[in-house]
């Protein structure tokens, strides 16, 4: 009678389980895109340059000497790299929640009831040895081991398992993207300097340019062929350049600072080629397939790893409303007095039980737990389906550029060859007498603004086959 009771009433706990967990509040639903465009802007490459090493993709020696230093102290890099051990962590945590869980346990004390209880009635009418009867104060010692075991019938624990380690792997691939991020930067950074050092020699050349003038002004007003005008104009054109030089040393101070912070160290010059900055070739990119993106950015495969672990955090989540079988186990001794806690099987104690148990009513906590986790998934698609797309946009965006920026450089440089050209005209037709100052002031100036522009339209062209470098996904391998 007692076994029909005991399985009916299992019975009506599975019912009212199955039950429960059925009824399952509504969720929205959204499965990723993964499609993206055949090629970029109508590019024919099949071979991304995201395959090559940055090592090999860098050639200057100083700037691979740079990164290399970087990616041992880069202070963002070492705590990302922490973040991967406290991954792992969470890894053997969950690992450790399949499996039984067992302790130990040591204890003493003292135990008087009271003489008109069952209790006492029962220990005063009862001896321990003949003529000797139990105490009124009576010892307690014991010691045993405990084991605790949740079966895992709704993989909620696997499940749990498998997104810690999607975590993990999505930790390693920001890790990778922090690293293609702090190559690219000090990349850049690095070109920049290289810039600005050009810039500092042009404007160098071009003050000496403009005091030679000014005195050819001051000689032309002592034959009164000019006025205190000219000479003032050109004196003011010199101080102009003058100030524009310790601009540009303020941020060649400035960038050679950042390179520093990126490569975590305190202030020092940076070893640089600070020659030929114009005569450098940028390196030949190839685009490949935008599908490669997929695998070679670090950005997008840690997004594609958050998804996985999202929709498994549905999974334990949608498994709470499920009952869980529990399973535990003791074993020990336990005596009054120590000289009879080893005996067996005297004092030895003992137990099994099993509990199954699960959300019936009131499981409002339960249902907001899934209906987040759900939310959370949903997130991570938008977020997926964001950074693909953003991916694409990037070198789309930086293809057309490099093209662009190579035109620009071609026309900007034959500027600066006619406006060179112009300040040899400007000063003999000056002295022929068939122009006037005025127009070799801003022969001049032209000239010296064709070139920094010359220079910054290079930076730029070098600084975009960086970029686009990082956003094919190279750098990290």
């Known amino acids: 009678m007692f076994k029909k009771n005991l399985y009916k009433g299992l019975g009506l706990v599975l019912i009212c389980a199955a039950y429960t967990a059925c009824k399952l509040p509504e969720v929205a639903q959204r499965a990723e895109n993964k499609n993206v465009p055949v090629s970029f802007n109508g590019s024919q490459d099949t071979v991304s340059t995201a395959g090559i090493q940055w090592r090999n993709f860098f050639t200057d020696p100083n700037l691979i000497n740079l990164i290399d230093t970087a990616l041992k102290n880069n202070q963002e890099l070492n705590i990302t790299l922490q973040d991967i051990e406290i991954a792992k962590n969470e890894i053997k945590a969950r690992k450790g929640e399949l499996l039984p869980s067992v302790s130990y346990g040591v204890g003493a004390g003292l135990d008087k ?33 405990q084991a605790n075991w949740e079966a895992d019938i709704w993989h909620k624990l696997r499940n749990s398992k498998k997104a810690a380690v999607n975590h993990y792997l ?17 990349a850049n950074s690095y070109y920049e300097l ?3 050092d ?8 071009t003050i000496e340019l403009q005091s030679n003038a000014l005195e050819l002004m001051k000689i032309q007003k002592q034959a009164t062929r000019v006025n205190e005008l000219a000479v003032r104009k050109f004196e003011a054109e010199v101080l102009s350049s003058k100030s524009l030089e310790f601009d540009i040393q303020q941020d060649i101070t400035e960038t050679e600072n950042k390179i520093n912070f990126l490569v ?18 940028p390196a030949t990119v190839q685009a490949g397939l935008p599908s490669q993106l997929l695998a070679n950015r670090p950005d997008i495969k840690q997004a594609e790893y958050e998804l996985a672990a999202a929709k498994l955090d549905v999974k334990v989540a949608k498994a709470q409303f499920y009952p869980s079988l529990g399973i535990s186990a003791a074993i020990g001794y336990q005596a009054f007095n120590p000289s009879y806690l080893l005996r067996t099987p005297e004092s030895l104690i003992y137990s099994l039980a099993g509990d199954l148990a699960g959300p019936l009513i009131n499981r409002n906590a339960i249902k907001a737990e899934y209906s987040s986790a759900n939310a959370k998934q949903l997130q991570a698609v938008f977020e997926y389906e964001k950074t693909i797309l953003n991916g694409y946009i990037e070198v789309a965006n930086q293809l057309s550029k490099i093209s662009n920026l190579q035109k620009s450089y071609d026309l900007k440089s034959k500027q600066v060859t006619a406006l060179t050209q112009s300040i040899d005209i400007s000063n003999d037709l000056f002295k022929a007498a068939r122009a006037d100052y005025f127009e070799v002031l ?12 010359l220079i910054e339209t290079k930076k730029q062209q070098l600084n975009a086959v960086v970029d686009i470098y990082h956003a094919l996904g190279g750098g990290w391998k």
Do not use: C, H, W
């Open 442 to 453: 801003m022969t001049q100036r032209d000239a010296l603004q064709s070139k920094l522009e």
């Open 170 to 186: 999505s930790t390693v691939e920001g890790k990778n993207f922090v690293i293609t991020n702090l190559i690219a930067e000090i």
């Open 198 to 205: 050009s810039q500092l020699e042009t404007v160098k050349k």
């Open 113 to 145: 009831v009271g003489r008109y209880t069952s209790s006492g009635a029962g220990d005063a009418s009862t001896e321990i040895t003949p003529g000797k009867g139990v105490p009124e104060v009576l010892p307690d010692y014991q010691f045993g081991l």
């Open 194 to 196: 290289l810039a600005s």
């Open 264 to 281: 975590g160290r305190f202030p020092q010059p940076i070893i640089r080629d600070k020659s030929s900055f114009t005569d450098l070739v």
